[in-house]
């Protein structure tokens, strides 16, 4: 009895800890300044396609410190991953290394797939997101609404938790998004650091959320 | 050739496929004027044959590295509506009419094709309105995009991040 009591309330304890270690991050981002370093090392989530060209809009309009760039795309989207060799190559410049990898993680959900069978496919992703952030440490997390991005982010936060890295998460609404966020949006509003909107309508009910009118 | 593209994006849509290439709406097209109907359908399951049409010249793919060129030559671009798939045909400067997929379990993207279309910077409908639509719209009403501000965004990022 003694025994499953200390237990329980270690795992109180650890989960509370956790918890005050997630407030904290979250609550620092603004604080942390990776650029005056020299580079950004950045994780773009591109997830498919409407989402990859307004994200490739978005990283068109990024300087050359926001190097190295890791784009983590769903395994079953030929098409995005076309568009960003394209757009690599349109930027880079003749002699230099390409700064760019693509990797690929299992899709978090099909546009047909119902919301259970989509929790189970998420956590499935999170087997794959762990390792591949923990392996890059990127700087910040770029991402704009596919579900590839919560597990990603929450890999990316826990590296946070854990004191091992702090990892901005930087959302962009997808400009589809008028009135409501997105599921996505929903989910990861209270954890980002720089949360970007393009409607002031959402603006309006979202008051942590940054509006600099439409952005892509 | 005055030309119609249609463009799923990376999503399947039969049901827009099929209607566009139904005999009412080729005959639809053919009265306005259009000689060319130039299909992208993604990752859909149904393929019209070329000769399926008789009213009107007919070109199917699935996908291209880029649709920017099917873009420039048409005089009217019919999408889903995807954001991409949206913003590149209203960046491009054509006319846009864009179908909505009803059958989406989250029909988010109802919100933007209003947006714009209260706007007035395209025209929408969905597969069972679209015959009629293509019958009666009005294109001239279309008012000119004018495509989001990136680099805003990078200035803001550059200021928050303290990127020299």
Redesign the interface.
């Known amino acids: 009895m003694e025994v499953l009591c200390g237990l329980t309330l270690s795992v109180l304890f650890t989960i509370l800890f956790l918890i005050i270690r997630l407030y904290i991050t979250v609550k620092n981002g ?1 604080k942390h ?4 370093t020299g580079s ?1 090392s950045v994780l773009v989530v591109a997830g ?7 994200i490739l ?2 990283m ?4 050359a ?2 190097t190295p760039r890791h784009y983590v795309i769903a395994d079953t ?4 991953e ?2 960003i060799c ?1 757009f690599e190559r349109s930027r880079q410049h003749s002699n230099s290394e390409p700064q760019f990898t693509i990797c690929q993680i299992p899709r978090s959900r099909e ?4 919301w259970s069978s989509s929790v189970i496919s998420t956590v499935n992703a999170l087997r794959y997101s762990l390792p591949l952030v923990f392996r890059l440490r990127p ?2 997390v770029l991402c704009n609404g596919p579900g590839t991005c919560v597990p990603l982010c929450a890999a990316g936060l826990l590296l946070g938790i854990l004191g091992m890295k702090k990892v ?1 998460i ?1 959302y ?1 609404e ?7 966020l ?2 996505t949006g929903k989910i990861l509003y209270p954890v980002s650091d ?1 949360f ?1 909107v ?2 002031s309508s959402l603006r309006d009910k979202y008051p942590k959320s ?1 509006f ?5 | 050739m005055r030309t119609v593209f249609v463009t799923v ?3 399947c849509f039969d049901e827009l496929i099929g209607t566009i290439t139904s005999s009412e709406s080729a005959q639809a097209l053919k009265a306005r004027g259009y000689e060319r109907l130039v299909l992208q359908i993604g990752r859909g399951s149904f393929v019209p044959e070329a000769d399926s049409c008789p009213q009107i010249k007919l070109e199917v793919f699935r ?1 291209k ?2 649709i920017a060129e099917d873009m420039k030559q048409a005089d009217l671009v019919i999408s889903h ?8 045909a209203l960046g491009a400067g054509k006319p846009l009419l864009v179908v909505v997929n009803d059958k ?3 029909n ?2 109802l ?2 094709a ?2 714009l279309h209260v706007d007035s910077h395209l025209l929408y409908c969905t597969c069972s309105t679209l015959t009629e639509t293509l019958r009666s719209m009005d294109l001239s009403v279309l008012q000119p995009y004018q ?8 200035n ?3 200021k ?5």
Do not use: N
């Open positions: 603004p300044q990776p650029g005056t950004v498919s396609g409407g989402h990859t060209s307004e809009r978005l068109e309009s990024l300087s410190a926001y989207d030929r098409m995005s076309e568009k394209t546009v047909h797939q119902s700087d910040m901005l930087v962009v997808s400009i589809c998004r008028v009135q409501t997105s599921l720089y970007f393009q409607w940054i600099l009118g439409r952005i892509v | 994006g990376t999503t996908f590295d880029s509506a995807g954001a991409g798939s949206c913003l590149e989406l379990m989250d988010h993207q919100e933007l209003q947006q495509p989001g501000q990136t680099k805003i965004f990078a803001f990022l550059d928050a991040l303290g990127v020299q």
